[in-house]
């Protein structure tokens, strides 16, 4: 990593652990002042007048060091990458969204997170019929070239990310930070994801899962894809949340009950 693109990412690391600045307004602060690193420059006035909080500007300017150097210090591991959205590789499916995620943690193939993308997310106690379905929809799928992007829950989203590897590749969104596995029995399905695929998450490594992580992680499963097919969800369930999110990013939105 040169220093150029460390700084680049600390820019952006420091805006997104800023206190009450949310993805929705480092992408308003950024198009206002031309970029991550102007943002952090722009002044406490210019900020202030901009609807920043004197705790947030502060943050700008002297984040947290530790959060910085256990990004930075993840990211020289083999296979790891940070994507900020001026980056040639961040997704372009998440560019077109009014709250673009501002740092993406990628373990794996980066380069799959600019490929067409089919979520595939459902219950987690699906049915038998319900998981062989999902598999050989995914298998399909995927042996027609479209990445299976799902969220490595138990249930449908495993099923899809096995039957992806059959004939393809699969992208695996977390909950976590990239360098854990949630759940715990699915980490041997996320190594094999990270080798031949990718993993995928806004959150710092050493984050362990959180319920508020999940609504975030559905959101980013649907707008990395094209369209969403959801299988066997419940009436109340996060597949269901992906879905409203998918329709709500302009998304197609497929179901099989």
Not at 21 to 26: H, L, S, Y
Not at 48 to 73: C, H, K, R, Y
Not at 237 to 255: D, N
Request: hydrophobic residues 45%; contains cysteine.
């Amino acid at each position: 990593m040169t220093a150029s693109e460390r700084q680049r990412i600390i820019d952006w690391l420091a805006l997104a652990q800023a206190p009450g600045i949310g993805p929705r307004a480092v992408a308003q602060l950024v198009q206002r002042f031309g970029g991550a690193a102007a943002t952090r420059s722009a002044g406490r006035a210019a900020l202030a007048e901009a609807g920043v909080s004197a705790a947030a500007a502060t943050a700008f300017e002297t984040p947290d060091q530790v959060v910085i150097d256990v990004a930075l210090d993840w990211a020289e591991h083999p296979g790891a990458a940070i994507l900020t959205p001026d980056h040639p590789q961040y997704p372009p499916q998440l560019g077109t969204l009014a709250a673009p995620p501002p740092v993406l943690y990628v373990r794996g193939d980066v380069a799959l997170l600019t490929e067409p993308q089919l979520a595939i997310v459902g219950s987690r106690n699906p049915t038998r019929g319900g998981l062989d379905t999902c598999r050989e929809f995914a298998r399909y799928l995927a042996d027609l070239g479209l990445i299976i992007t799902s969220g490595l829950a138990v249930g449908i989203d495993g099923a899809a990310h096995a039957g992806a590897l059959e004939s393809g590749r699969t992208i695996a969104v977390l909950g976590t930070g990239p360098d854990r596995a949630y759940p715990a029995a699915h980490r041997a399905l996320a190594r094999r994801i990270a080798e031949v695929g990718a993993l995928v998450t806004e959150f710092a490594p050493g984050v362990g899962p959180h319920a508020s992580h999940f609504p975030r992680r559905n959101r980013l499963i649907s707008g990395l894809s094209l369209g969403t097919l959801v299988i066997e969800a419940a009436p109340r369930s996060g597949s269901l949340i992906t879905a409203r999110y998918a329709s709500e990013q302009g998304r197609e939105v497929f179901a099989i009950p």
